[in-house]
């Protein structure tokens, strides 16, 4: 039995030196058979011309793995088999080069953040102004009030009368200027 080397992703044809003896010519058909683990693998030869036949192996990358089958030649004449030769099939894929490009970024140092705050709105009701009777003079408070804060400002009213009040204060003053 000899062992042969062949290829898994590619084509690989195999010619082999046949010579058929007897007394009457008659047609032979050849085939290839390589057997695998739950499954034979047959391949037709191409016509036997009386001195050598061919048999091409198409690429068997999806079918068998890498690795040694049993291969046998068969040759059927009229009503007869014949198994003439025996060997290994050592089945390897050729060297395959693969390369893809790589895209790296890079990193960078400051990161956006997010920030949420809270926004608190209040509302305050605008009052209502009404005109005063021009006959009126008003002096303004000599003391100045402190500043108040929401919460007191509920607890006291104003009433229209002093704002105007000091409005008309704040305009005498500065046409006194």
């Known amino acids: ?50 001195d050598e036949v061919t048999v091409v192996l198409p690429p068997l990358k999806h079918v068998l793995k890498e690795g040694e089958y049993n291969m046998d030649l068969e040759v059927i004449v009229e009503d007869k088999y014949f198994r003439p030769l025996s060997m290994i099939g050592n089945f390897e894929k050729s060297i395959e080069i693969k390369a893809k490009p790589m895209i790296k970024t890079k990193k960078r140092s400051i990161q956006p953040r997010a920030t949420v705050s809270e926004v608190k709105v209040n509302r305050r009701q605008k009052p209502v102004i009404k005109e005063a009777p021009a006959t009126r003079s008003i002096s303004p408070d000599p003391a100045p009030q402190k500043a108040r804060s929401p919460k007191q400002d509920k607890k006291t009213k104003v009433t229209d009368q002093q704002i105007l009040q000091i409005i008309e204060a704040l305009t005498k003053g500065k046409l006194d200027e």
């Open 1 to 50: 039995m000899s062992n042969i080397d062949l290829l898994l992703d590619e084509e690989n044809e195999l010619t082999f030196s046949l010579t058929i003896e007897g007394t009457r010519p008659a047609e032979a058909q050849c085939r290839l058979i390589v057997e695998s683990q739950g499954m034979s693998l047959v391949f037709d030869s191409e016509q036997y011309d009386g």
